[in-house]
C-alpha cells in the first residue's frame, strides 16, 4: 500500500470513530454552521464534540502548520482528506473568515510571532473575524477608501465607516483597510487588526432581500489601534488585501459545485414525477436542468483541477478570479431553477413546511454571490487584464 | 491523481506540439483543400505520426504498441484540434483501438498491429443517419454459410473510402455484434461526400456483404459494450480536439484583439469585448479541465467514466462553438474572408460537435444517466 492510500484508510478510520452521525446530516440553517467565536453557542453537543475532535487533530485546517493549529498535510494528503470528509457527508467543523481569508493573508505575510499568535484561536475556533473593507463610496473601486487612521506614534486613531460587513455584530476582531497616507493612493493603505469591542467601535445591521440580516454598517469613531496590529508593512496593506481577496474569491467560488445536490434533474424528477418514457415530466425545465448538470460537472472537475494546481503553485495567480466568476454565476442559475422547480410552492416565505421559506430566502440570498468579493464585472476586467493580457483593461 | 499534465506528459506535449505546428499547421489543410486531395489526409504525414509512435500510442505493448492513455492521445488531438490537421489519428488510433483492444482475440491480433506499425487505417462505420443514435442500429447481419451477411447502410464514415479495414456495428439475434469488415470485402461501396470542413466522409453500403465467423470483433452478440469502449473513446477524442480547436480560434482571436484598430484605439480596450472575451476563457478552461477529468477516468476504468464522457463531449462542444462564433464575430468583415483562418475553425468545429454525437444528445444523455 502506497503512503497516501495508507493515509487514507488513517483518515476514514478517525472519521468513522469521531464524526458523530449528526453532523453527517445535510447543513439545514445557519445555525447549523459552526462559525466558533466569543460568543458562539453550539446547536447541541455532536456539535462542540465534532469541532473539539478536530482542534485536537488540526483538522479544522488541515493543511496549515502544526504549530498554528494544522495537521501540516501536504496538498495531495488534503485532497484524500476532503474527498473522504466528502464521502461520509461529514459538515465542516469550524468555517469563518479567520480560515478563509485571514488565515492564508497571515501565513504570507505575517511574522513569525503573529502566526502562532492569531492562527491557533483561528484553528481553534475561540476568535471571529469580520472583514472591514468595503465602504459606502468604495465598492469595486476599494482603493478610493478613505477610513483614516492617524498616526499617534506608538498607536493610530482610526475614524471612518465600513458598509456591509458581513456578521459585523457578531465578530470578535476585524481585519480592515485602513488609510494612513492620503497623498498615496496605493500605497498609503495599512491591514489593521483590532477587536470589536475597542471603544469607539458600533455596528448596525442591515436587512437584505432575503429578510435575514447577516451584515452591517461598522462605525469607527476615534478608536485607538496599537502600532503593533498591522499586517506586512505600513503603508502596503493593498498587497496583503489583494492577495486575501484571491482567497475569499476561491472559496465563495466552491458555491458553483453545489455541495451535496448530485443532480438538479435527479432531484427534481422524483417532486416531478416522470412520464412513460420515465422521464422529468416537463420536457423544457428537464432540458434546462440537464444542460445545467452538464455545466455543473464540468465545474467540479474544473474546481478539482484549479485546486490541484493551486495548492501546488501551478494556476495562474488570477485564476482565482474565473473561479468566482463561473462558480458564482452558476449556483445563481442553480436557485433560479431550483425555484421554477419548486413552484408556487417555494414561494412560501415563513411556513414550517418549507422551513421558514429556506428555498425563496437561498435563492435571493445566492444574487449576493455575483457581488461579495468582487463583482462578476470586475472577475471579467481582472482576467481580461492579467490572464489575457488585453490592452487599457 | 492531480488533475493536471504530469513530467511524461508534459514532455510528450513539449514534442507533440511544434512537430504537428510545424508539419501540419493550418496551411496543410488549405493545401489539401486546394488541390481537391481524394484521400482526405496526406500519407506522408501519417507515416511521420508512425515514426513518433503515434498511430499506436493506445495499443497495448503485446500488440507492438505504446500502451499509453486517453490523458496521452488527448495531447495529440489537442494539437491536431489546434492546427486543424486532417488525420486518421482518432479513428484509427483511437476509437478503433479502443474497440479492439476491449475485444481481444483474432481481430485484435490481426488489426492492432498494423495499427501500430502505420499500416492500417481502420473506419468507424456506426452512424446509420444525420444523426447520431447508435441505440437504433438497423444493419443487420445474419448467418449465412460459416460466416454472417451484412445489410444495410451507413454515414458519416470518415475515411470509409480508404480505410483497410471498417468496424461495422450490426444487429444480430440477441443484441449488436462488431465485425472487422476489410477493404476488398464483395458488396461494399463507399461513396465520399466532402464535407464543410473540407474533409471526407463517406456514405456506405452493405450489400449482401459476406464475411467469415472470424470477423466477428469479440463475441457474437456481445457487441453492446465493445460498442461503448469505442464510443467513449471517440467521444473524449473527440472532445479533446475540439478544445484544441476551441484554444486555437481563441488564440487567434485574443491576439487579433491586441492588433485591430478602430476609434483610434485596438478594439481590445473596449470593455464589450473584454467581458465577452473573458467569459470565453473561463468556458474554455473547464472544458478543458473536464475532458481531463473523462480521460482520466476513462483510463483508471472508473464506473463515473460514462457520465464524464457525455459532459465532456457536451461542455467541450459549447464552449468551442462559443470560441469559433466570437472568433468570427470579433475578427469582423476579414472572418467572413476564406483567406483568413478563423472561418476554418468555424467549419472544423460544427463538423467535430456532430461527430459521435452533438451537444444534445450528450445532455440528454446525462439527465438519462441521472435518472430523469
Ligand atoms: C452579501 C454581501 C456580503 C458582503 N460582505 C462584505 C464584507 O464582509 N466585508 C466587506 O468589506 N464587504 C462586503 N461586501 C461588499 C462587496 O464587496 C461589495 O458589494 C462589492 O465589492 C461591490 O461594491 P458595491 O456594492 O459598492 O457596488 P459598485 O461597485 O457600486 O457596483 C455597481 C455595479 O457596477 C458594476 N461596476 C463597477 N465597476 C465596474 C467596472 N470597472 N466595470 C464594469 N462594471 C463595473 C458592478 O459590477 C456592479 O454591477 C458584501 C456584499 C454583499 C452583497
Ligand atoms: C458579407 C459582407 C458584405 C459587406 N458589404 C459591404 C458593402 O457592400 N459596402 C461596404 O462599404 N461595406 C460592406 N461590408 C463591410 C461591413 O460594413 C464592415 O465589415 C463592418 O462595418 C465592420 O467593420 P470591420 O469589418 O472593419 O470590423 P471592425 O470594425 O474592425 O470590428 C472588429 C470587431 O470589433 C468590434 N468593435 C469595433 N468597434 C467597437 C467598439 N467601439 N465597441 C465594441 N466593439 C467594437 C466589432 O463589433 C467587431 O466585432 C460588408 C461586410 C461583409 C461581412
Known amino acids: 500500500m502506497s503512503e497516501l492510500d495508507a493515509f487514507r484508510t488513517e483518515v476514514r478510520e478517525w472519521l468513522e470513530a469521531n464524526c458523530p452521525a449528526e453532523m453527517r446530516e445535510p447543513i439545514r440553517d445557519e445555525d447549523d454552521i459552526c462559525w466558533g467565536g466569543r460568543n458562539f453557542k453550539f446547536k447541541n453537543d455532536a456539535q462542540k464534540l465534532w469541532l473539539d475532535a478536530c482542534v485536537a487533530k488540526g483538522y479544522t485546517v488541515p493543511d496549515w502548520p502544526k504549530p498554528y493549529g494544522g495537521a501540516g498535510l501536504t496538498p495531495e494528503q488534503t485532497k484524500i482528506f476532503k474527498q473522504e470528509m466528502k464521502r461520509i457527508h461529514a459538515r465542516s467543523p469550524l468555517d469563518s473568515f479567520g480560515i478563509w481569508m485571514l488565515g492564508p493573508a497571515l501565513l504570507k505575510f505575517g511574522t513569525e510571532e503573529q502566526k502562532v499568535h492569531y492562527l491557533n484561536p483561528i484553528a481553534r475556533g475561540e476568535i471571529r473575524w469580520c472583514q472591514g473593507y468595503s465602504e459606502p463610496g468604495s465598492g469595486s473601486d476599494l482603493v478610493s477608501l478613505q477610513t483614516f487612521g492617524e498616526d499617534k506614534g506608538d498607536h493610530w486613531v482610526v475614524n471612518g465607516s465600513k458598509i456591509w460587513t458581513s456578521y459585523a455584530d457578531k465578530a470578535d476582531w476585524i481585519f480592515c483597510l485602513v488609510r494612513t497616507d492620503k497623498a498615496n493612493k496605493y500605497q498609503g493603505i495599512t491591514f489593521m487588526l483590532f477587536d470589536m469591542e475597542s471603544k469607539g467601535v458600533t455596528t448596525k445591521p442591515i436587512l437584505l432581500i432575503s429578510g435575514n440580516s447577516p451584515f452591517c454598517e461598522t462605525f469607527f469613531d476615534d478608536v485607538e489601534v496599537p502600532k503593533t496590529q498591522f499586517i506586512g508593512e505600513i503603508n502596503r496593506g493593498w498587497d496583503v488585501a489583494k492577495y486575501l481577496l484571491g482567497h475569499e474569491r476561491e472559496m465563495i467560488s466552491g458555491g458553483g459545485a453545489g455541495g451535496d445536490m448530485v443532480s438538479i434533474g435527479g432531484a427534481f424528477a422524483k417532486a416531478f414525477g416522470k412520464n412513460a418514457a420515465g422521464e422529468l415530466d416537463d420536457p423544457i425545465l428537464r432540458a434546462e436542468m440537464a444542460a445545467f448538470d452538464v455545466d455543473v460537472f464540468a465545474y467540479r472537475a474544473m474546481g478539482e483541477r484549479f485546486m490541484d494546481m493551486w495548492k501546488t503553485g501551478r494556476a495562474h495567480p488570477a485564476s482565482s478570479n474565473m473561479m468566482k466568476y463561473v462558480g458564482t454565476e452558476l449556483n445563481k442559475r442553480r436557485h433560479e431553477l431550483v425555484m421554477s422547480g419548486g413552484g408556487s410552492e417555494a414561494l412560501e416565505w415563513d411556513s414550517e413546511e418549507t422551513k421558514g421559506g429556506a428555498r425563496a430566502r437561498g435563492w435571493l440570498r445566492t444574487k449576493a454571490n455575483s457581488i461579495e468579493g468582487g463583482t462578476s464585472e470586475v472577475m471579467l476586467n481582472v482576467i481580461a487584464k492579467r490572464i489575457l493580457d488585453l490592452p487599457g483593461a | ?372
Open chain 2, 1 to 372: 491523481m492531480p488533475l493536471y499534465h504530469n513530467d511524461d506528459q508534459a514532455m510528450l506535449k513539449d514534442s507533440v506540439a511544434p512537430f504537428v505546428a510545424e508539419q501540419a499547421p493550418v496551411s496543410h489543410l488549405r493545401q489539401l483543400r486546394d488541390s481537391a486531395d481524394a484521400t482526405g489526409f496526406s500519407r506522408d504525414l501519417w507515416a511521420q505520426f508512425t515514426e513518433m509512435g503515434l498511430p499506436g500510442m493506445l495499443v497495448p505493448e503485446a500488440h507492438g504498441g505504446l500502451g499509453m492513455g486517453h490523458m496521452e492521445a488527448g495531447i495529440v488531438l489537442e494539437e491536431i484540434g489546434r492546427n486543424l490537421t486532417p488525420s486518421p489519428f482518432l479513428s484509427t488510433g483511437v476509437g478503433a483501438v479502443a474497440a479492439l483492444a476491449h475485444a481481444g482475440g483474432t481481430q485484435a491480433g490481426r488489426w492492432l498491429p498494423a495499427i501500430a506499425s502505420g499500416e492500417a487505417i481502420v473506419a468507424l462505420a456506426i452512424d446509420e443517419g444525420p444523426k447520431h443514435r447508435p441505440d437504433r442500429i438497423a444493419t443487420t447481419a445474419t448467418r449465412a454459410g460459416n460466416g454472417f451477411r451484412l445489410d444495410g447502410k451507413k454515414s458519416f464514415v470518415l475515411h470509409g473510402h480508404v480505410a483497410d479495414m471498417s468496424i461495422v456495428a450490426a444487429k444480430t439475434d440477441g443484441g449488436i455484434t462488431l465485425f472487422a469488415v476489410p477493404k476488398d470485402a464483395k458488396g461494399v461501396t463507399a461513396d465520399p461526400r466532402r464535407l464543410v470542413d473540407s474533409s471526407l466522409a463517406s456514405h456506405v453500403t452493405l450489400d449482401g456483404v459476406e464475411v467469415d465467423a472470424d470477423a466477428v470483433i469479440g463475441e457474437v452478440d456481445a457487441g453492446g459494450e465493445i460498442l461503448d469502449a469505442l464510443l467513449a473513446a471517440t467521444r473524449t477524442g473527440a472532445a479533446a480536439e475540439m478544445v484544441g480547436v476551441g484554444q486555437g480560434a481563441m488564440d487567434m482571436t485574443v491576439n487579433y484583439l491586441k492588433e485591430r484598430k478602430q476609434f483610434g484605439k485596438l478594439i481590445g480596450e473596449f470593455q464589450g469585448l473584454q467581458h465577452r472575451a473573458a467569459h470565453l476563457y473561463g468556458e474554455m478552461e473547464v472544458a478543458r479541465a473536464t475532458v481531463m477529468k473523462a480521460q482520466q477516468l476513462l483510463d483508471e476504468g472508473s464506473e463515473g467514466a460514462k457520465l464524464m464522457v457525455s459532459v465532456a463531449k457536451a461542455k467541450a462542444g459549447r464552449a468551442a462553438n462559443l470560441a469559433v462564433r466570437e472568433g468570427v464575430q470579433m475578427h469582423g468583415g476579414i472572418g467572413m474572408t476564406d483567406e483568413y483562418d478563423i472561418g476554418l475553425y468555424m467549419k472544423r468545429d460544427r463538423a467535430l460537435a456532430e461527430y459521435m454525437g452533438d451537444v444534445h444528445y450528450h445532455i440528454d444523455q446525462v439527465a438519462r444517466m441521472n435518472g430523469y
